[in-house]
């Protein structure tokens, strides 16, 4: 089995250029660690341990943490217990359609607006709180900003920061540092724990885009350690977290309800995204990887799934830069960004509540307004009786 493993995956035209072969990558004693793909391994037991630690992390830091911001979780309106649209909404679906609502309000004898306000207040009964929120916010802006920092530490001091053309110098046989090592393993460690628990994380608009986000990074990190794409895949992940923990920074201060620190934070978000994402990475790393790697070796298999790596990567970044140039264009004519573009995928849930509950409070107040109208106009109708009555008893006498 190991042998036909190595036949069929480990194929030197898969991974390496040709003319090179897995002899020539062999480092001699005190050259340094050339990287392997058994090193990959020990992120899978290093995801499980992230989650483990953001589970404490969040219960014993992120909690308290939440409550010195400020946090305060939305209150909702209670729902009434109705069996048949609990099962409904247990075993078919969370958002019906009009033929389900016309034959449930049959059923249960309410009328659709009933029904549908029911199935809105159920989906956000169901909706993560403002401090589950907070906890996510701050587990990714400490990693984010733990991970920018230590990734730009490590390469400041290299020749292929300031000149991409030496991420090719000698490939394949470039010896990657410990530090680098440790970089690349927990970036995939972390993404991998992001992965196994997108199920339970806060659903956003672009939930489909984030599923396919980690999946590509995680390829993206293990393809190019195997292939000793090492100094530009360092590239990749510092340029990814330059940006995400103000985003993360910006989320943490939009829950605890400061707005005054939202609206610059954005924009400084917004300033770094597009600069790193829609400038630096397509002109500096997918131009090297395209362009100048061809000065120092052949096209080959690990060449261009690498590069469609890349590309479905920008790909995002155009989609998500798009959003941000939605929310900015908000900026620019509201005075205030509107929203975030990338809210949770129930959303919609929370205005139509407010509106039930403005619709509730104004109906009140139009209410209070008419019952007075209604009790001066019975006051002025009394009045009118009484003036009337005497004005005919005074009459009397002269009629005698």
């Known amino acids: 089995?190991?042998?036909?493993?190595?036949?069929?995956?480990?194929?030197?035209?898969?991974?390496?250029?040709?003319?090179?072969?897995?002899?020539?990558?062999?480092?001699?004693?005190?050259?340094?660690?050339?990287?392997?793909?058994?090193?990959?391994?020990?992120?899978?037991?290093?995801?499980?341990?992230?989650?483990?630690?953001?589970?404490?992390?969040?219960?014993?830091?992120?909690?308290?943490?939440?409550?010195?911001?400020?946090?305060?979780?939305?209150?909702?309106?209670?729902?009434?217990?109705?069996?048949?649209?609990?099962?409904?909404?247990?075993?078919?679906?969370?958002?019906?359609?009009?033929?389900?609502?016309?034959?449930?309000?049959?059923?249960?004898?309410?009328?659709?607006?009933?029904?549908?306000?029911?199935?809105?207040?159920?989906?956000?009964?169901?909706?993560?709180?403002?401090?589950?929120?907070?906890?996510?916010?701050?587990?990714?802006?400490?990693?984010?900003?733990?991970?920018?920092?230590?990734?730009l530490a490590s390469l400041i001091n290299t020749s292929w920061f300031w000149d991409p053309s030496e991420c090719w110098r000698d490939y394949p046989k470039q010896p990657v540092a410990d530090a680098h090592y440790w970089y690349y393993i927990l970036e995939m460690s972390f993404y991998l724990s992001l992965l196994l628990c997108v199920s339970v994380d806060v659903k956003r608009k672009d939930f489909k885009e984030q599923v396919i986000h980690h999946i590509a990074t995680i390829f993206l990190i293990g393809f190019s350690y195997c292939a000793n794409f090492v100094r530009v895949g360092t590239l990749v992940m510092l340029l990814h977290d330059s940006s995400d923990f103000i985003l993360e920074s910006g989320k943490m201060f939009h829950y605890a309800g400061w707005s005054w620190l939202c609206d610059p934070m954005f924009i400084v978000f917004a300033l770094v995204f597009l600069l790193t994402r829609l400038v630096v990475f397509p002109c500096r790393v997918i131009h090297t990887t395209l362009v100048l790697s061809m000065d120092f070796f052949?096209?080959?298999?690990?060449?261009?799934?690498?590069?469609?790596?890349?590309?479905?990567?920008?790909?995002?970044?155009?989609?998500?830069?798009?959003?941000?140039?939605?929310?900015?264009?908000?900026?620019?004519?509201?005075?205030?960004?509107?929203?975030?573009?990338?809210?949770?995928?129930?959303?919609?849930?929370?205005?139509?509540?407010?509106?039930?509950?403005?619709?509730?409070?104004s109906w009140a107040q139009r209410k209070g307004t008419i019952n007075s109208k209604l009790a001066s106009l019975a006051d002025n109708c009394v009045l009118n009786n009484l003036t009337n009555q005497r004005s005919i008893s005074s009459r009397l006498p002269k009629a005698r």
């Open 298 to 361: 052949q096209p080959f298999f690990g060449y261009y799934f690498f590069n469609a790596l890349l590309l479905v990567l920008q790909a995002l970044h155009v989609f998500w830069a798009y959003l941000i140039l939605r929310m900015i264009w908000k900026f620019a004519f509201m005075g205030k960004v509107q929203g975030d573009e990338r809210s949770d995928e129930e959303s919609e849930v929370d205005d139509d509540e407010e509106e039930d509950q403005e619709e509730e409070n």
């Open 1 to 151: 089995m190991e042998a036909l493993f190595n036949e069929w995956l480990w194929k030197e035209e898969y991974w390496l250029p040709p003319g090179i072969g897995w002899r020539d990558t062999e480092m001699k004693e005190g050259e340094g660690r050339f990287p392997l793909p058994r090193d990959l391994l020990y992120s899978l037991p290093l995801a499980v341990a992230f989650i483990a630690l953001r589970y404490v992390f969040e219960r014993l830091f992120a909690d308290p943490l939440s409550r010195l911001f400020g946090v305060k979780d939305q209150v909702r309106l209670p729902v009434a217990p109705i069996p048949k649209l609990e099962t409904f909404y247990t075993q078919t679906s969370r958002q019906p359609s009009h033929s389900d609502v016309v034959g449930l309000g049959k059923q249960c004898d309410l009328s659709q607006r009933k029904i549908q306000t029911w199935f809105r207040h159920r989906r956000n009964q169901d909706r993560p709180s403002r401090t589950k929120k907070f906890w996510e916010a701050t587990w990714r802006f400490l990693f984010y900003l733990g991970s920018f920092i230590g990734g």
